[in-house]
Structure formats: C-alpha cells, structure tokens
C-alpha cells in the first residue's frame, strides 16, 4: 500500500479486520516498527478524534509525531495555479507541499471538501497534490469524499458487537443546522458494500449521495421502515450532493432525528454515529446515552484503524527486505 485513500487501498477487508484484532489484543506488539521514521498530521479542518488517535497510533508504532494545523500559524496557502499571488495568502501549496515531504516519512491529511466546485471536490484535488508533490505516503484523515479512517474503525466496532452473522445495518440521514460534507457517509457506504451485511440507506428525497457510493444499498424514504429490524443504525447528516443543490440544506425536518420510539422499531439495534455530534438535533439524549449507544468504543477503535494503516505503510514503504 503505498497510499491510503479509500477501502480500495486497504486489499481484503477480511484480512485488515483480523488485522485489527491481533493489534487491538496488543497495541505495543509492533512498537519498534516506526522507530525513527516521522508522521506528520497536516490538518486544514477541525479534529478532536483524528488529531489524537492518528497520533496514539504512531506513538504505539514507536514513531515521531509533528502536527500542523495549516489555519493557525502557517502561511496562507494558495491551491490554483496561475494566480497572480497579490492578496492574503503568501506561499504556494506546490512549495508547501514538498517542504511538507522533506521533513517527514509519512503524511496524513484532513482536507474538507469546500462545496465551491463539486468537480474540485470529487476530484480530491487537494489530497491528490499531496500523494503527487510531497514524495511520501499519504493517509487521509478525511478528505472531500472519504473518510476511510473513521468507516474502518465503524467496520471494527460492528464487527464486535453484531449479534447475526449479516447484520441489517442503516445509514439514516438525519437533520443538522449547517452544510456538512458528504465524506462520511459516502465512505460508510463504501465500506459497507465491500462486506456480506444487509445494508440500507434511508434519507429525505434529494439526499441522494454519489451512486458511485451508495452502489447496492437499498435506498428507502421512509425512515421508520428503515428501521424495522435493524441490527445497527448509524445517523449522519450530510448535505445535498445532486445539481443544481450541490452542498446546501434542503431539510431540517427534525422528524429524521433519532429517538427512542424510532429505535424501538429496531431489532435492539445498536446506535452509531462518528462525533462530534449534535444532541437532540441528530439524536436525542436519551438515545446517545443508553445502553444500546457505542458511540464510544466506535471512536475508541479510531486508534486501532489508524494503527493498522499505518503498519501497512511503514511495511510497504520502508521495511528492508
Ligand atoms: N469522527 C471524527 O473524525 O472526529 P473528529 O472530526 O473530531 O476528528
């Protein structure tokens, strides 16, 4: 694996999943693995999760850890070319981005899409000039389209906890007072096609996400039949990805938020959703804290994705023989 970038990368789910299994029995087992080699954590966007299990992973791995969050402190970063470089933003991102390397053996990335060109963003251009101009292995943190990181640790935590060999597990949309990527979900989706589950996407009508992710889910409108029988539910909001509505809020309606005569509905389905998360617009209190709730051990398994990504690329990048 050279760079980690969706469930593509990643080779058989099967085989990352027992992966995760044996490191999760014992994170310090490969503790010499990135003895001397250097991750830098390149964020442009927010983290409390990614920012700290990314880097617990590494630390498990015995390797250095630098982060850098471009927005507070770096130069201002241009990303077009041919721009005559007279306003705000003092160094160019095809500078930055090798300086970038130079200093580093791995990078991960979090770049948000920025729902100014959907071609910008599902073209991943800023994640794509950094696997092309930083001369190092690149992971991403979450992208514009993915976030391959947080689906793994979700693939982790279902696997733990489900009850049936194929589990009904349902991405349920659910409303959100600001315009929010399609990362997420596009990327559970992803992750969740590549398995055997009986696997269900229920959302307000134009909440269609890219076919290109939602491949052979069943799409169903009506929330409350989505939830019959399910053995997981897993809320997100996301906004709009079809034209002309391209990233805008086209519901709020909070008849899509998660309560507990919803999740009565269910099979005692367990509740996922990535966090940050918000309460009562999402999901109700009393859903996020009851017992059927593994919002926690899900970000737990964050450190255990991270870490299985990284072993790969320290394996396939740097180890002799
Ligand atoms: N789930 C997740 O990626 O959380 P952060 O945005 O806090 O990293």
Redesign the pocket.
């Known amino acids: 694996m050279k760079h980690f970038t969706s469930v593509h990368d990643i080779g058989n789910p099967d085989i990352a999943l027992k992966e995760a299994f044996e490191i999760k029995q014992n994170v310090f087992k490969y503790n010499t693995l990135g003895k001397n080699k250097t991750l830098l954590a390149v964020f442009f ?7 700290l ?1 990314t880097q617990k992973a590494a630390l498990n791995l015995g390797m250095n850890v630098i982060v850098l969050d471009v927005n507070q402190g770096a130069w201002k970063l241009e990303t077009e070319r041919g721009v005559v470089m007279d306003g705000d933003k003092s160094e160019h991102i095809l500078e930055a981005i090798p300086v970038m390397g130079a200093y580093c053996d791995i990078i991960g990335l ?1 770049s948000f899409a920025q729902f100014e060109s959907k071609q910008d963003d599902y073209e991943e251009k800023i994640l794509n000039q950094f696997i092309n101009y930083s001369g190092k292995p690149v992971f991403s ?2 992208a514009a389209t993915r ?1 391959p ?2 689906s793994f640790a979700d693939l982790i935590t279902i696997e733990e906890y489900k009850k049936v060999e194929r589990p009904k597990v349902v991405l349920s949309w659910a409303p959100h007072p600001r315009s929010l990527p399609q990362a ?1 979900p596009n990327s559970f989706a992803e992750w969740m096609n590549a398995t055997d589950y009986d696997f269900v996407i229920t959302h307000p009508e134009g909440y269609e996400l890219d076919p290109r992710f939602s491949g052979n889910a069943r799409i169903e409108y009506n929330q409350e039949k989505a939830f019959e029988g399910a053995d997981f539910i897993y809320a997100k909001n996301w906004a709009a990805y079809a034209d002309p509505n391209y990233g805008k809020i086209i519901s709020k309606d909070r008849a899509w938020t998660v309560d507990s005569a919803k999740m009565s509905l269910t099979n005692n389905a367990y509740f996922m959703h ?3 998360v918000r309460r009562n617009m999402i999901v109700t209190d009393e859903v996020i804290e009851s017992a059927q709730s593994i919002v926690i051990p899900e ?1 737990a398994n ?1 450190v255990i994705s991270a870490q299985v990504v990284l072993k790969k690329l320290l394996e396939d990048n740097y180890s002799e023989g």
């Open positions: 966007n927010s983290s409390l999760r990614t920012r299990s979090r943190m979450e976030h990181l947080q997420v990535c966090l940050p970000a964050r």
